[in-house]
């Protein structure tokens, strides 16, 4: 299973915000590459982060922090939050980012995502599904729509996703574990590599997603309290490519 650390970015900081609540801040780092780099120091091969300014704002917003993030590592940088374009898509690839992560636009236009893969290819563009109660939220989980996780799901992979990030908001930045029924349900509906996110309060967790054979498993807030240790989550998760 693979294994990404996160960077969420909230004007040029290191943060979590508590279920997605940007009145529930805390911030860890004002120099987020310095996090990127002990992340690869602690064994991650490949690092996840979240433009939250421009998950709100609907266009990337912390492009020289991201930047700044890619050229401090070896190792791919996933990157999601405002991007709504194919012009959004080059840009952050532009900037050096592996991967793109898609959200609000997946929902509301599915066409979107066939023209991205075909355009940037399938191993370039990520989904991410995030939930309240198994219904999709978006721009930047402050809209809830009348699409259920599954659903959406389906249509993604209908689209030719390959990569899915699943995220139970009602658990992310909380340290409650992660939602191991709606993530089978969701491994089991579709063919997609599936990735946990919301929740990982500990080694457990790890090991839940492993016994669910998921793809892979986003590790925020319990890296930064210390209740996870990277080191040993790297180890206990075993694969690690992108």
Same mark, same amino acid.
């Given at each position: 299973?693979?294994?990404?650390?996160?960077?969420?970015?909230?004007?040029?900081?290191?943060?979590?915000?508590?279920?997605?609540?940007?009145?529930?801040? %805390?911030?860890?780092?004002?120099? *987020?590459?310095? #996090?990127?780099?002990?992340? /690869?120091?602690? +064994? $991650?091969?490949? !690092?996840?982060?979240?433009?939250?300014?421009?998950?709100?704002?609907?266009?990337?917003?912390?492009?020289?922090?991201?930047?700044?993030?890619?050229?401090?590592?070896?190792?791919?940088?996933?990157?999601?939050?405002?991007?709504?374009?194919?012009?959004?898509?080059?840009?952050?690839?532009?900037?050096?980012?592996?991967?793109?992560?898609?959200? %609000?636009?997946?929902?509301?236009? *599915?066409?979107? #995502?066939?023209?991205?893969? /075909?355009?940037? +290819? $399938?191993?370039? !563009?990520?989904?991410?599904?995030?939930?309240?109660?198994?219904?999709?939220?978006?721009?930047?989980?402050?809209?809830?729509?009348?699409?259920?996780?599954?659903?959406?799901?389906?249509?993604?992979?209908?689209?030719?996703?390959?990569?899915?990030?699943?995220?139970?908001?009602?658990?992310?930045?909380?340290?409650?574990?992660?939602?191991?029924?709606?993530?089978?349900?969701?491994?089991?509906?579709?063919?997609?590599?599936?990735?946990?996110?919301? +929740?990982?309060?500990? !080694?457990?967790?790890?090991?839940?997603?492993?016994?669910?054979?998921?793809?892979?498993?986003?590790?925020?807030?319990?890296?930064?309290?210390?209740?996870?240790?990277?080191?040993?989550?790297?180890?206990?998760?075993?694969?690690?490519?992108?």
């Amino acid at each position: 299973m693979r294994l990404y650390p996160a960077i969420d970015i909230k004007d040029g900081k290191c943060v979590r915000l508590k279920k997605g609540l940007f009145n529930e801040v %805390t911030v860890y780092s004002d120099k *987020p590459y310095e #996090i990127a780099e002990s992340f /690869e120091a602690d +064994g $991650a091969k490949f !690092i996840h982060t979240v433009d939250l300014d421009g998950a709100r704002g609907g266009h990337s917003v912390n492009s020289e922090t991201i930047k700044k993030i890619v050229d401090s590592v070896s190792v791919p940088v996933q990157l999601g939050g405002g991007i709504r374009t194919l012009e959004d898509i080059e840009t952050v690839l532009n900037l050096g980012i592996y991967r793109a992560i898609i959200g %609000t636009k997946a929902v509301e236009n *599915p066409d979107f #995502i066939r023209q991205a893969i /075909e355009n940037f +290819g $399938a191993e370039h !563009i990520v989904v991410g599904i995030d939930a309240k109660n198994g219904m999709v939220a978006t721009e930047g989980w402050l809209e809830k729509s009348d699409v259920s996780y599954l659903d959406l799901g389906l249509a993604m992979e209908d689209a030719g996703v390959k990569t899915i990030i699943f995220t139970d908001i009602s658990r992310d930045g909380t340290l409650t574990g992660v939602n191991t029924e709606q993530l089978g349900r969701l491994n089991e509906t579709v063919s997609c590599n599936i990735i946990a996110s919301g +929740g990982v309060s500990s !080694i457990k967790d790890i090991e839940d997603c492993l016994e669910l054979n998921l793809y892979g498993c986003i590790c925020g807030k319990a890296l930064y309290t210390g209740a996870l240790n990277l080191e040993e989550a790297v180890r206990k998760a075993g694969v690690q490519t992108c």
